[in-house]
């Protein structure tokens, strides 16, 4: 079964009814507030075409339904999807942006601090190698020798490693911000840093695949496949006019006049 996004953004904000503080209900206004011969009335959610039985208002605020030109659409087919996929990639990107931040700071205080945490650090490794019977490494450096070989990198490398982790997670940021409104420079901008990426992430997984390497693999893989095709970027599929041009078919009144149903109103489910 296809996946409806208007279903769920429905389910997340609630259908989209207009009309519910209308005194009365016109022939003309079928496409969107129904009334029965029992004075039941039934209200059109412009999303998701579903129709919900409502009361006649006790106290009305307008006299008749809005027309067309004062009706909000809200979003709904391929804009809708794409706005989800886009904001689940924000999403993505936001968490990228934590990581790399922590990571950026505690390398800056690593590099600030290391020489006076250099003996506790020493005797933290022994108490823990001690405890477990001898050299942790399994088979590799020791733990005691991977701690060495942090605290003999020079301080410039460390300070160039947190300004590189931090610049990555400003990067990240501007991606998820743009992608979170449907930029389109941030459609470009977000493919063009996950594919390089995708270069030390093979190189990485041909060295040593973990699961965790893999899944990452595919959710960028994923994500370079759904711009490049969905999104039409590069001009792919017709480029940015055809993709323009989709968004336009299925925004607006046309977009709700063109699925607008001839029979008789049907409850949601």
């Known amino acids: 079964m296809r996946l409806r996004y208007e279903l769920l953004g429905c389910s997340l904000h609630g259908h989209a009814l207009v009309g519910t503080d209308a005194a009365t209900v016109r022939a003309q206004d079928a496409q969107l507030v129904r009334q029965d ?4 009335r039934w209200y059109r959610c412009l999303r998701c075409d579903a129709w919900e039985p409502g009361p006649t208002p006790d106290h009305p605020t307008r006299g008749t339904v809005p027309a067309p030109d004062e009706i909000e659409v809200p979003l709904r087919g391929r804009p809708l999807r794409d706005r989800f996929v886009l904001r689940l990639i924000a ?3 936001a968490v990228h942006v934590v990581g790399l931040t922590l990571l950026g700071t505690a390398v800056l205080l690593f590099a600030a601090y290391r020489a006076a945490w250099g003996p ?5 490794v022994a108490v823990l190698q001690g405890a477990v019977g001898g050299p942790v490494g399994h088979g590799g450096p020791t733990l005691l020798v991977e701690v060495e070989r942090a605290f003999d990198v020079p301080e410039s490398t460390l300070y160039w490693l947190a300004a590189g982790l931090l610049a990555y997670a400003a990067l990240e940021t501007v991606e998820a911000v743009g992608l979170w409104y449907a930029r389109r420079w941030a459609e470009y901008l977000t493919f063009v840093a996950t594919t ?3 270069v030390p992430e093979v190189w990485e997984i041909s060295h040593g695949p973990t699961p965790t390497k893999i899944v990452a693999l595919v959710v960028n893989l994923a994500v370079v496949a759904y711009l ?3 999104k039409r970027l590069f001009g792919l599929r017709g480029g940015g006019r055809a993709e323009a ?6 925004t607006g009144w046309p977009a709700v006049e063109r699925t607008s149903p001839g029979g008789a109103p049907l409850t949601a489910g």
């Open 196 to 198: 390089v990426l995708l």
């Open 37 to 40: 011969h029992e004075g039941q």
């Open 245 to 250: 041009a989709e968004r336009a078919h299925d």
């Open 228 to 230: 490049l095709v969905a």
């Open 91 to 93: 999403l993505d990107r």
């Open 120 to 124: 506790v650090a020493g005797q933290i």
